[in-house]
């Protein structure tokens, strides 16, 4: 491969490589679902699919990996917005170049039964934990994408949806029949920290995780 190669590994395939000689390269790490999520949402009514890509010569890939790279590395003036600004021009150009559309009409509306609640139940064993989308799809048998789509037509909303709002309900009864710490209740339910439990909690319950306790 040359320096200026570059490799599309989506997240449900698994990948490796050897060189023979020391080499130096750009890694570009995007978080499946949100990734899915920012694809979509360009657009509407279809279901989006990253292709992997090998030995493949891209140049603003690369430049938007270096300027990403700087600026994690020394962060500018608004450096929030010109980070967005990137991923959203990484998004468009995954999506224009190195995705697959399929229309949400064409494709099998719903998950069996029987596999839906297959994830149903991993889920709630498993909330504690960092669920992802290809650990759920796996479940299911089917891609990533494919699982999404067929989890929200099943299920009415997105998984990652579901898993936060089974986290918030987790908690409720844990705060109503428990006497954990708010922070080691948020802990145990899977949010990384009680700031992004609390935000979450908020946006679902209507109150805040202590004024929720004060009313119980």
Known sequence: MNLEDAIIVPAHIESSARWDRSHSYLALCLDPITLEQKLSSLVKGYSVELSPQFALSDALLRNVGLALKAELEKPGFAGQLYIDSLLNTLAVHLLRHYC???SLSSQISRLPQTKLNQVLDYIQSHLAQDLTL??????????????????KHSVGIAPH?????????RAKLLMTTGKDSIAEISGSVGFADQSHFTRHFKRLVGVTPKR???HQ
């Open 212 to 214: 929720f306790l004060t």
């Open 100 to 102: 697959v559309q399929k």
């Open 161 to 169: 949806q579901y898993v936060i709002q089974q986290r918030i309900e």
């Open 134 to 151: 290809a650990e759920l799809a796996a479940i299911a048998q089917v891609s990533p994408n494919y699982f999404a789509t067929q989890f």
